[in-house]
C-alpha cells in the first residue's frame, strides 16, 4: 500500500531564515505530487504540483520554490521566510487508478515568528 | 475563476441526528467531486468520491451530486461526537485532471 511521510512535522523559523520541507512517497512509482498550504482556517491552496523528476509547476507566484530530484521526493524550499508563510504544509499524492483522488501527507506546521 | 462554496459554518447537530453539507461549484464541465474530513491539526482524509450526478452511498454516508445545479452534498446519517471535523469539499475542474479544486470547508460539530 501507498505511504507518504512529511518532515519536520512542526518547524518554528525566524522571519528570513530559509526552509526546507520533505515529502516522500512509498509504494508507488512515478507519483503525481503536490504542496498545498492551508492557513488557519482557511482552505487548501495548490502551490506546486510535478508530474515526475525535475517537472515543477508553480500555481501562485511567491517566495517559495519546489524541486522534485527523485521520483518519490518532493521538497519545498524558501531562501527567505515571512511571516506571510505560516501555515499548515500539506504534500499530496495522486492516485494511479484513474479517479483523481489525491491523498495527503501528515502536513508539516510552520510558525515563522 | 473556478470556485467552490462552501458554508463555513459552524453546523451543531445533535448526535444521532442527520448531518447536511452543502457544496457548490462554478465550473459547469466538473466532472469528478469529492469529500474530505479533517480533524484538527490534522491532514484531510478522503470520504467519498461520486462522478455521476445522484446519490452514492457508503455506510452512514451519502454523497449526492446535482450537475445541473452545481452542487453537491454530504449526508452524515446517525451522526457520532467521533464527526465532529471540518469537511472539505473538492471539485477536479475542466481541463485539469490531475488537480483539485478546494472549498473552504464547513466545521461540524456533533453534540452529545
Known amino acids: 500500500s501507498q505511504t507518504i511521510h512529511q518532515w519536520p512535522a512542526t518547524l518554528v523559523q525566524p522571519v528570513g531564515s530559509p526552509l526546507s520541507l520533505e515529502c516522500t512517497v512509498e509504494?508507488?512509482?512515478?507519483?503525481?505530487l503536490y504542496w498545498y498550504r492551508q492557513a488557519a482556517g482557511r482552505g487548501l491552496q495548490l502551490l506546486f504540483y510535478?508530474?515526475?523528476?525535475?517537472?515543477i509547476s508553480s500555481e501562485v507566484p511567491q517566495n517559495l520554490s519546489a524541486s522534485r530530484p527523485q521520483d518519490r521526493q518532493f521538497i519545498l524550499s524558501s531562501k527567505k521566510l515571512l511571516l506571510s508563510d505560516s501555515g499548515f504544509y500539506l504534500c499530496?499524492?495522486?492516485?494511479?487508478?484513474?479517479?483523481?483522488?489525491?491523498?495527503f501527507g501528515p502536513g508539516t506546521r510552520l510558525t515563522v515568528l | 475563476q473556478k470556485e467552490v462554496e462552501q458554508n463555513s459554518g459552524p453546523l451543531s447537530v445533535p448526535e444521532g441526528a442527520i448531518a447536511s453539507l452543502n457544496c457548490t461549484y462554478s465550473?459547469?464541465?466538473?466532472?469528478?467531486f469529492f469529500w474530505y474530513r479533517q480533524y484538527s491539526g490534522k491532514s484531510p482524509e478522503l470520504i467519498m468520491f461520486?462522478?455521476?450526478?445522484g446519490d452514492k452511498e457508503d455506510g452512514r454516508f451519502t454523497a449526492q451530486l446535482n450537475k445541473a445545479s452545481q452542487y453537491v452534498s454530504l449526508l452524515i446519517r446517525d451522526s457520532q461526537p467521533s464527526d465532529s471535523a471540518t469537511y472539505l469539499c473538492?471539485?477536479?475542474?475542466?481541463?485539469?485532471?490531475?488537480?483539485?479544486?478546494f472549498g473552504s470547508g464547513t466545521q461540524l460539530t456533533v453534540l452529545p
Open positions: 499530496a499524492w495522486l492516485s494511479s487508478g484513474g479517479r483523481n483522488e489525491q491523498f
Open positions: 509504494g508507488t512509482s512515478n507519483p503525481n
Open positions: 510535478s508530474v515526475g523528476i525535475g517537472q
Open positions: 465550473d459547469r464541465g466538473s466532472q469528478s
Open positions: 461520486i462522478y455521476s450526478n
Open positions: 473538492a471539485v477536479n475542474p475542466t481541463g485539469s485532471a490531475r488537480q483539485l479544486t
